[in-house]
T-cell receptor, first 113, second 110 residues
Framework: DVKVTQSSRYLVKRTGEKVFLECVQD?????MFWYRQDPGLGLRLIYF???????EKGDIPEGYSVSREKKERFSLILESASTNQTSMYLC????????????FGSGTRLTVV | RKEVEQDPGPFNVPEGATVAFNCTYSNSASQSFFWYRQDCRKEPKLLMS???SGNEDGRFTAQLNRASQYISLLIRDSKLSDSATYLC???????????FGGGTRVLVKP
């Protein structure tokens, strides 16, 4: 089974701090994604990457950036955290075969105070 | 209009009963379809892919209606452990980013 590991389960940061959310997968998948999930809004795509050093904006990239220096690691960066970035952040990798779906990490619940 | 829409529920289901719910999608070019299950405060997990001919996995049956642009999930003989939020997921092309519905909450009660 694919394992997707997010470095922190719960995180509390102050407004204006730079925040790094790390995600590591162990199955050599090329496609990796960052979502945030909020009540009433569902999962929304922030950024995704199809390969090393490659990144594409999702639906809500404002206030975020990403880094993919190695295939197994996809980092989400909040350059200057704000309270409206308080959310559950989910990293996922995508199986490349037909019928392949996402495997998610266990999520990071970020609170910005 | 949202790309993928679901009835948020909750669907209150007696244990042992059958429950079914739909998900509609707006992009007629959509190619791949999935149902995910998400338990409270946990990450979504793939329940099943949905194929054109429909498919079954134990007590779960998924159907695709391309003409009307919806997919459905039916759960037979509901168990208490089936209580969860069921997310409908659609992608336009294989390997492309997936678009999630808001989820349908199912509560199975004794």
């Amino acid at each position: 089974d694919v394992k997707v590991t997010q470095s922190s389960r719960y995180l509390v940061k102050r407004t204006g701090e730079k925040v790094f959310l790390e995600c590591v997968q162990d199955m050599d998948h090329e496609n990796m994604f960052w979502y945030r999930q909020d009540p009433g809004l569902g999962l929304r795509l922030i950024y995704f990457s199809y390969d090393v050093k490659m990144k594409e904006k999702g639906d809500i990239p404002e206030g975020y950036s990403v880094s993919r220096e190695k295939k197994e690691r996809f980092s989400l960066i909040l350059e200057s955290a704000s309270t409206n970035q308080t959310s559950m952040y989910l990293c996922a990798t995508l199986r490349p075969s037909r019928g392949g779906g996402y495997t998610f990490g266990s999520g990071t619940r970020l609170t910005v105070v | 209009r949202k790309e993928v829409e679901q009835d948020p529920g909750p669907f209150n289901v007696p244990e042992g009963a059958t429950v079914a719910f739909n998900c509609t999608y707006s992009n007629s070019a959509s190619q791949s379809f999935f149902w995910y299950r998400q338990d409270c405060r946990k990450e979504p997990k793939l329940l099943m892919s949905v194929y054109s001919s429909g498919n079954e996995d134990g007590r779960f049956t998924a159907q695709l209606n391309r003409a009307s642009q919806y997919i459905s999930l039916l759960i037979r003989d509901s168990k208490l452990s089936d209580s969860a939020t069921y997310l409908c997921v659609v992608t336009v092309a294989a390997g492309n980013k997936l678009t999630f519905g808001g989820g349908t909450r199912v509560l199975v009660k004794p």
